[in-house]
């Protein structure tokens, strides 16, 4: 058996991987109203906080190794302080149990967590493309098997101002909404019966999405329904990837593709990316941040 953690900017998690699967628990960090995001100094707070209860609803009996995401990225300089609490409390687990402790990033852990939910593990031994798509993260990156890190992914194009997430939430925050505002513009757009022709702005496979957040006060200033914005941003969002995905594809060639991150859960996205391009996506419980995919890591590492 093995446990991850995982202390994102937006989630405390913590799991375990034994012969029947994955058991993860999870607390969303708290936002006030009106506010788009949390300092590092209150996540880790928070994390602090809500690890405790997260450990007291698993069993860590019988543990041979233990994963946990101590930064972002796997590149130099990668760092955010809210990793400190997940690796402070993996630290104690392993050493408590007698158990090997293998660290890496937050990024690798998701794609990790997107393989065993589309049931696309093997990709670990193969190049393939991989979307990680959040509110701190809009990038398309191509993944290589690894030693050391099990697989390597390399940028191969991103945002190059908004991220996709933040687009998301900015909007939703605009219209009032609680952060995070992905499932909220979900259902909102639903309603929504108005199809936009979008023009994605691209800069080779690299893509802008800075005007998502103007058009939306545009439209939020004109009086246009909730439904009507919601619909827009995401419709933007989605043709957005596409395009980039698009280039990459005639760039790289017709690789798999898994796509990871909270915004990845998003119904429409799935739905036009699955169709066209027969892309992977996890179920949302493993698209958002997760330790489902640190304990991963330690079970692919110990092994």
């Known amino acids: ?12 998690s913590a799991a375990i ?25 209150d996540a880790v707070f928070q994390h602090t906080v809500n690890m405790p209860e997260l450990l007291e609803e698993l069993e860590f009996a019988n543990l041979a190794a233990v994963g946990v995401s101590d930064r972002p990225r796997n590149v130099s300089g990668s760092y955010m302080p809210c990793f400190t ?22 990024q690798v852990g998701h794609i990790l967590a997107a393989l065993y939910s589309a049931d696309k593990l093997k990709l670990v031994n193969r190049e393939f493309l991989a979307f990680h798509l959040s509110g701190g993260t809009t990038e398309a990156l191509l993944v290589k098997p690894h030693g050391d890190e099990v697989i390597r992914a390399e940028l191969i194009a991103g945002s190059l101002d908004l991220k996709a997430g933040q687009a998301i939430d900015r909007a939703g925050v605009m219209m009032g909404y609680s952060f995070p505002c992905g499932k909220k513009l979900d259902e909102l757009a639903a309603d929504c019966t108005e199809n936009y022709r979008i023009k994605p702005s691209m800069k080779g496979a690299d893509c802008s999405l800075s005007g998502v957040e103007n058009k939306a006060k545009q439209m939020l200033d004109r009086g246009e329904p909730h439904k009507n914005i919601a619909k ?7 043709s957005t990837v596409d395009a980039m995905l698009g280039r990459i594809i005639q760039e790289y060639g017709d690789l798999p ?5 909270g915004v990845s859960s998003n119904k429409m996205l799935k739905q036009q990316i699955t169709q066209k391009y027969g892309a992977y996506f996890a179920a949302p419980e493993f698209s958002l941040d997760n330790a489902a995919g640190t304990a991963l890591f330690a079970s692919i590492k110990h092994n």
Request: with cysteine.
């Open 1 to 12: 058996m093995t446990a991850g953690f995982d202390t994102s900017n937006y989630t405390t």
């Open 17 to 41: 991987l034994t012969e029947d699967g994955i058991v993860q628990k999870k607390k969303m960090l708290t936002v006030r109203n009106g506010e788009r995001g949390l300092r590092q100094s």
């Open 85 to 106: 609490v997940g690796v402070g409390i993996a630290t104690a687990v392993a050493k408590a149990a007698g158990a090997e402790l293998y660290k890496t990033s937050h």
């Open 232 to 238: 827009f941003v995401l419709q933007y969002v989605c």
């Open 257 to 261: 593709v898994i796509f990871s991150g």
